[in-house]
C-alpha cells in the first residue's frame, strides 16, 4: 500500500488534509495508519519533546538533526515498515523532506550530510507520494498567531524562528518539489480544505491507486 507522507510550513493545514483523506479512505473500507514525525513511537515521542520544548538550552544544529534522524529510524523500524507490510496505507506528517528543508535549508548544513543520514535513518524507504502544501510564511505566522489566540497553546522552538528561517524552509521543500515532480505534488494552502481533498483524491486516482 502507498506510504503518503504532507509536508509544509506550520499552519499549513496538513493535519486536516490528513484527517480529510483519512475519513476517504476509511469510508471506502481500507485501513490506514496515521503517524507523525518526530514522534510515532515512544520513544520517538520523547525526542519530540527534546527537539520542540522551549525549556533549558536548544540544541545545536547537529545535535538537532541527529535527534530527528533517532527518532526517524526508531518510527520506521517500528511503525512503518510495519504497516506497509500489512497492507495498510501509511499516512504521515512530516517525514525525510522535513530534515533536508529544516536542517540543510533553515540549519545550513550540507545536504549532503542530511540526505546520507536520511538515507541511514530510513534503511533507504521512501514515500511514494509527498504532498506539499505551500504557504507564505507570513501566512503561516497569522495562522499560528490565530491558533494561539484561540488557546492554542505557546509556540515550540521551531515555529518560534525568524521569519528568514521559514523564508528558507518554504524554499528548500520547494526545490526538492521541482527537482523530483513524479513523487510530489504541490498543493496551495490557501485554498479552501475542500479544495485541497479534491485536488489530492483527483491526482491519486490519476495514480490508479484509487477507484472511487
Keep these: 500500500m502507498p506510504f503518503v507522507v504532507f509536508e509544509g510550513l506550520d ?4 493535519s486536516s488534509l490528513m484527517t ?9 473500507g481500507l485501513e490506514a495508519v496515521r503517524t507523525r514525525e518526530p514522534g510515532g513511537t515512544p520513544l520517538g515521542d520523547q525526542i519530540r519533546e527534546m527537539i520542540l520544548s522551549t525549556d533549558g538550552p536548544a540544541p545545536t544544529a547537529r545535535t538537532e538533526l541527529l535527534l530527528y534522524e533517532a527518532s526517524r529510524a ?3 523500524d517500528m511503525v512503518i515498515r510495519p504497516a506497509l507490510k500489512k497492507q495498510q496505507w501509511v499516512l504521515c506528517d512530516r517525514f525525510s523532506a522535513s530534515s533536508i ?3 540543510a535549508g533553515g540549519r545550513a548544513i550540507s545536504e549532503n550530510w542530511v540526505e546520507q543520514l536520511n538515507q541511514f535513518a530510513t534503511d533507504g524507504l521512501k514515500p511514494e507520494l509527498t504532498v506539499l502544501l505551500d504557504l507564505s510564511v507570513d501566512e503561516s505566522r497569522r495562522r499560528r498567531n490565530s491558533r494561539q489566540a484561540a488557546g492554542g497553546g505557546q509556540e515550540d522552538r521551531i515555529e518560534s524562528e525568524a521569519d528568514s528561517f521559514h523564508q528558507r524552509v518554504r524554499k528548500s521543500f520547494l526545490d526538492q518539489a521541482q527537482r523530483d515532480p513524479k513523487h510530489w505534488l504541490v498543493l496551495d494552502a490557501a485554498e479552501t480544505p475542500e479544495q485541497l481533498l479534491t485536488r489530492l ?5 490519476g495514480l490508479q491507486w484509487l477507484s472511487f
Design 11 to 14: 499552519g499549513s493545514g496538513k
Design 201 to 205: 483524491l483527483t491526482h491519486i486516482r
Design 74 to 76: 526508531q518510527h520506521v
Design 101 to 103: 528543508a529544516f536542517q
Design 20 to 28: 480529510a483523506f483519512e475519513s476517504e479512505l476509511k469510508t471506502k
